[in-house]
């Protein structure tokens, strides 16, 4: 089993969905949690980090379920600009090696 | 400032060459890594440094050598070159197990 999953996808949405991703992790010590954007052939940017709270910033809600070791990406109002990958990251309690899932690809149409 | 810093942006090789990838960051990150990143597939870790003067491997360090030569520059090195090293390299740096930040990424082709 993967240390971090993710949905497969790839996500094919209209413009203005609201489209949800999940990403499980195996490590329960794990301590911080993050969703990146990829572009096609780019870097991977941080999008938001994920608090235990949950947060939100302004279409993205991220929320984190430690007894179920899951976090979740919700993207609302869904924009052509959305389209990307979304890359889930875990990281452990101390200075180490964070690790990425493989990625799930959303492409929004109009 | 500039964040990461990754040079060259491409290169294209034959089998049994050497080279090395160079990392620099200007953000006072404590640790730094080094990716591969194959078409259509995630991110896998070959090598990171927690500190300056340490390193450790990654999921895919085979073939690999990395040298941590101050708090700011991470190389990566192919001693002898493979075309299963085909891929694009990402390098990153983080204060801790904070965000990490990447570098634009260098796109080696090895024939």
């Known amino acids: 089993r993967k240390e971090v999953e993710q949905d497969p996808g790839p996500f094919n949405v209209p413009e203005g969905a609201t489209v949800a991703f999940n990403c499980t992790y195996s490590?329960?010590?794990?301590?911080?949690f993050f969703w990146y954007r990829q572009d096609c052939r780019k870097e991977p940017k941080l999008l938001m980090s994920v608090y235990s709270s949950g947060n939100e910033d302004g279409r993205f809600t991220a929320q984190l379920n430690r007894a179920s070791q899951y976090i979740s990406l919700l993207i609302r109002d869904s924009k052509l600009s959305d389209s990307a990958t979304y890359l889930c990251?875990?990281?452990?309690?101390?200075?180490?090696?964070?690790?990425f899932g493989d990625g799930t690809t959303l492409t929004v149409k109009p | 400032n500039a964040g990461v810093t990754q040079t060259p942006k491409f290169q294209v090789l034959k089998t049994g060459q050497s080279m090395t990838l160079q990392c620099a960051q200007d953000?006072?990150?404590?640790?730094m890594y080094w990716y591969r990143q194959d078409p259509g597939m995630g991110l896998r870790l070959i090598y990171y440094?927690?500190?300056?003067?340490?390193?450790d491997k990654g999921e895919v360090p085979n073939g690999y050598n990395v040298s941590r030569l101050n708090k700011r520059e991470f190389s990566l090195r192919l001693e002898s070159a493979a075309p299963s090293q085909t891929s694009v390299y990402f390098c990153a740096s983080s204060h801790l197990s904070d965000t990490q930040y990447f570098g634009p990424g260098t796109r080696l082709t090895v024939l």
């Open positions: 953000m006072n990150h404590n640790s």
């Open positions: 440094s927690a500190s300056e003067g340490t390193t």
């Open positions: 490590n329960s010590a794990s301590q911080s």
């Open positions: 990251v875990v990281n452990p309690p101390s200075a180490g090696k964070s690790t």
